[in-house]
């Protein structure tokens, strides 16, 4: 029985489709706050829509040194990101803050690889995970007790049987199926020619790599199979590049990812700060006629409080 859901959300991943879904929004002093409006939209959003247990962001720290030596163009030829949506991301922070959902990172890593990892210690302990991505890697770490959720309210949830519907393979030949195409958000190069549906068929013909490559005289197609010869090296380069790593935490701090009621106060007053006065109305419209909160218990001495993340 699933007592816990544990949502992960890729909060790159969500301010960047914000920030480009929502134009010409800004504070009074030209400060712009599209991609925070369209960030905390969205985690609202997921909130209702799968009222997960516990939850938080995950950021990218870094680009592991592993996969910058195995292929040094890794995500090289993305485009350095806009000083508009870059000056946001305190303001995100601010807002998980005052929200009270931590925001969670390892120094080093790629926030996939940190999702991962967190998810498959919640699978561990029988807790059920959505990963709030559109990124097709992590389709790999879908099982009965992972599944990804789309970050917009439009989406729908994936299971085993909705990747296999989309990438034309179960979950756990997702990592041979993106060796084989490459994948050009990543800057990975594939095998010349093939493509998803052929990368599909052929693992679903073959099994698998290992399959394939001890058939590999059996492929249709005289192209195919020379590319195919040519290239396994990079296959299984890429392999090493997309499987993502399960092992950079050690734990679940199940308290510290409780979700709690949110702070309306501490909230309302970011809010107005940032001129998002949508947001302060649906906070007086949610908490009219309610009695004031108590007053807060005294903070803690500075040498009892822990940074958690």
């Known amino acids: 029985m699933i007592s816990k859901t544990l949502l992960l959300i890729d909060g790159a991943a969500m301010a960047y489709r914000a920030f480009y879904a929502i134009q010409n929004l800004s504070t009074r002093t030209g400060q712009p706050t599209n991609a925070l409006f369209g960030f905390i939209r969205m985690a609202n959003q997921l909130a209702v829509q799968w009222r997960p247990t516990h939850r938080a962001v995950v950021f990218d720290a870094g680009l592991p040194v592993t996969r910058m030596t195995l292929l040094p163009s890794y995500k090289q030829q993305r485009p350095p990101m806009p000083d508009e949506l870059r000056s946001q991301f305190p303001l995100i922070e601010e807002f998980l803050r005052r929200a009270g959902i931590p925001a969670l990172r390892v120094q080093g890593q790629e926030a996939d690889d940190t999702m991962a990892s967190f998810a498959a210690l919640a699978a561990a302990e029988d807790a059920e995970t959505l990963l709030a991505t559109s990124d097709k890697d992590l389709f790999q770490l879908v099982t009965e007790r992972i599944a990804i959720v789309a970050p917009t309210a439009s989406g729908g949830r994936m299971g085993a049987a909705e990747v296999r519907g989309k990438m034309g393979v179960p979950p ?11 994948d ?13 549906k052929t990368a599909a068929k052929l693992l679903t013909e073959f099994g698998s790599l290992a399959g394939l490559w001890a058939r590999l005289d059996a492929v249709t197609g005289d192209k195919t199979r020379a590319a195919l010869a040519a ?17 950079l935490v ?6 510290a990812l409780v979700v709690r009621p949110a702070p309306f106060a501490a909230l309302r007053d970011f809010y107005l700060e940032m001129d998002l006065h949508s947001l302060a109305r649906e906070i007086d419209t949610a908490t009219a006629g309610t009695p004031p909160p108590p007053k807060p218990a005294a903070a803690p001495k500075p040498d009892a409080q822990m940074n958690l993340f």
């Not at 990543?186 to 998803?196: H, K, L, Q, S, T």
């Not at 090296?233 to 790593?245: C, K, P, S, Y």
């Not at 050690?250 to 308290?255: I, K, L, P, T």
């Open 231 to 247: 290239h396994r090296a990079d296959v299984e380069r890429n392999v090493q590049l997309i499987r993502l790593r399960t092992d």
């Open 184 to 196: 050009t958000v990543d800057n990975i190069p594939g095998v010349p020619g093939v493509g998803p």
């Open 250 to 255: 050690e734990c679940v701090d199940w308290a």
């Open 172 to 182: 756990e030949l997702i990592v041979e199926l993106l060796a084989l195409t490459g």
